[in-house]
């Protein structure tokens, strides 16, 4: 489904509204995040910082959206989905890449998304650790860090030849899945793992020119959307459907790479 | 071989020089990550900015070595080797992570070491966008970020099913290699790939228990050791041998794993 044209004032508000929420989130995620390096053992057994970290922040701002819009709908990873009645609908994943996390490594996020019945419409992904936010809303994209915001923008890549793929972990395809994503790595020039929600956000400023995986949630996807395409590049389902919805997801930033992939995925 | 043991004076003041070492590094590589991201395609063609940046930073390091340590040698990855006049050798990698690097990821690092005869003394790994710098002496080691420097240790992890595993890329391992690296990742809790030198810098700040990596060069692995061994863990070769010349690593930070890795790796 096509995205409704917000107006600039309303991509204004609600971009600035994600920003609160994304605000709310780092207070309650960044005292967690490398807490359980500095407590002991005899601690760590009944200290689950993700958890604890992952629970506070949702809970944060879905406290907040519910003040705000009282009408929206919130689907979020940890708590129950609440209905929306007038059609929008945040989708939160206060921690993606909880495994990064865990291990101290700094490229998980903060996953914000608004979408208009299923259509995301603007998205932010905050990494906190390193004071980098991304914003999209479909027409355009942008970075800020250390409170100076710039425009972003995907690079130009016209062959998977040429292009850096990357994906969070090979042994999440299974099957055919596997067998699909072996014929892109092999036809990529170089291929990263790792990174969840950062490679993406990468993808869209222009540092990697595709992204592959597959089993997403919507709230593992959705926030991308609008920065992705907001930088010139697109999300698409493996077969070239909507991808607003998680499961195989296909990330491009040069749009001429999405035809050799789906060929090459299906 | 093991190393010799340096007076507290003589790692005080190799460190001293390594950080010197590693602020003239910072100096040349910084302006060049994600410059890529900002110029047109058309001065890409012809900006390599990773090797530029490596080079600038080696010529850095060694200039400054050679100014106050004209008897040491030399071992760079981009440069010739300086041979030793009395035993002390740095070992230097400008830019460990280079794919990281040009994916504009920012889980590279400088690696710095200083060995006696090939048994690694100190090590640094600093990592300029994030503002973290790790140093080891073997006998101890420590993480600053944003000025403030705290003690690292590895933490307690008795068994691999307990264990976080981490691992570049696993296509990097061949045949007999890649049969050896699954039973490791089938035998550990989870994995993680895709940090380079970041992997073992969270190793010995406890936040990731394993690194299983083949084909490494000394330069590559060379300052981790006094690190990784400084805060509590060790780093070997896959059958248990001296690793400080790279090839098949295995890094623990708990040392009752190195026997479970070393079986299922053989």
Chains 1, 2 share one sequence.
Request: hydrophobic share 45%.
């Amino acid at each position: 489904m096509a995205a409704p044209k917000l107006s600039s004032d309303d991509v204004q508000r609600f971009l600035g509204f994600a920003d609160a929420l994304a605000d709310a989130a780092r207070d309650a995620i960044l005292p967690y995040f490398r807490a359980a390096l500095t407590i002991d053992n005899k601690q760590a057994q009944s200290f689950d910082p993700v958890t604890e970290a992952d629970r506070a922040a949702e809970a944060a701002m879905r406290a907040l959206i519910e003040r705000e819009f009282p009408t929206h709908g919130i689907l979020g990873e940890e708590d129950e989905e609440k209905p929306s009645a007038d059609g929008y609908q945040w989708v939160l994943d206060p921690i993606d890449g909880t495994r990064a996390f865990i291990a101290g490594l700094p490229t998980w996020g903060v996953l914000i998304a608004l979408n208009y019945q299923g259509a995301p419409l603007i998205g932010v992904m905050d990494q906190p650790y390193l004071d980098e936010r991304f914003r999209g809303w479909n027409d355009g994209a942008e970075l800020t860090t250390d409170g100076i915001t710039k425009p972003i923008k995907t690079r130009a890549c016209a062959a998977l030849s040429d292009a850096i793929l990357s994906s969070t972990d090979p042994y999440l395809f299974k099957d055919a899945e596997y067998d699909a994503f072996q014929r892109v790595r092999n036809a990529a020039k170089l291929t990263r793992y790792g990174y969840d929600c950062y490679a993406y956000s990468m993808l869209a400023a222009g540092g990697i020119d595709v992204v592959v995986e597959s089993g997403l949630k919507p709230y593992d996807i959705q926030a991308l959307i609008p920065i992705i395409r907001g930088a010139g590049g697109d999300v698409i389902a493996w077969d070239g459907g909507d991808a607003a919805q998680g499961g195989r997801v296909l990330a491009v930033g040069d749009k001429r790479l999405a035809q050799e992939a789906m060929t090459l995925l299906s």
